[in-house]
């Protein structure tokens, strides 16, 4: 665009850059926030004297999830409404700055409360090993759809983000629930990830989780913690 004699190629080219920088702003955000329930969720089941949890086969499922997100769903993110009104970037600014880098950390970090909440919940329930397992691991996905649409944008409120197209994204949500339905309900794969079958309420605990994650962090960013200083 910039061999282009023409004032309007520079803008464009300008527009788009500043896209694909908060498009990559926005999966190391991401990123940084998915791992911390699932680190957390790894450990803390060992540290409390319980059953291991999540085990090799299902983290390495939950990364197929994670990697097509950075790198087709957030890619074909549209632009901020805000792209071309901002101040040039400072050249010497981190890619994700301290008030990014925070949100993120707090996104994370209410993930794990959320996800703990249902471990232990579970556990005092008196589920077995394998059910405990696929309520967790079953959590941890819906909340990672959660991170995906909170992440979408810096400003735009759920609805918004929900209502934006993005095929991609719709297509890994379909694709992620098709294989988890078969992980939770299809023998070989049961036996394959160590579940055992969730039962329609604890299904609903686990849409219940996704939705109070949901709500926290849009409750966040009303009150400014997800601001992109630079």
Known sequence: MLLHDDFASIVATIRLGRRIYDNMRKAIAYIVAVHVPIAGLALLPILCGMPLILMPIQIALLEMVI??????????????????????????????????????????????????????????????????????????????????????????????AVLRPNPALWILVCVVALILSAALYWPPMQALFHFGPLHPDDLAGCLAAGVLLLCLLESGKRLGFARQDE
């Not at 970037?89 to 794990?112: D, E, N, T, Y």
């Not at 471990?119 to 759809?145: C, E, Q, Y």
């Not at 810096?154 to 918004?160: D, K, P, T």
């Open 67 to 160: 990697d097509p997100a950075c790198s087709v769903v957030f890619e074909s993110e549209r632009e901020e409404r805000d792209v071309m009104h901002r101040p040039p970037r400072k050249p010497g600014a981190p890619v994700l700055p301290a008030g990014a880098a925070m949100w993120a950390g707090i996104q994370g970090l209410v993930a794990l409360a959320i996800g703990a909440g249902a471990l232990f919940a579970g556990a005092g329930l008196g589920m077995g090993p394998s059910d405990l397992r696929a309520l967790v691991f079953t959590i941890l996905v819906v909340m990672n759809i959660g991170l995906i649409l909170v992440n979408r944008s810096f400003r735009s409120s759920l609805a918004e």
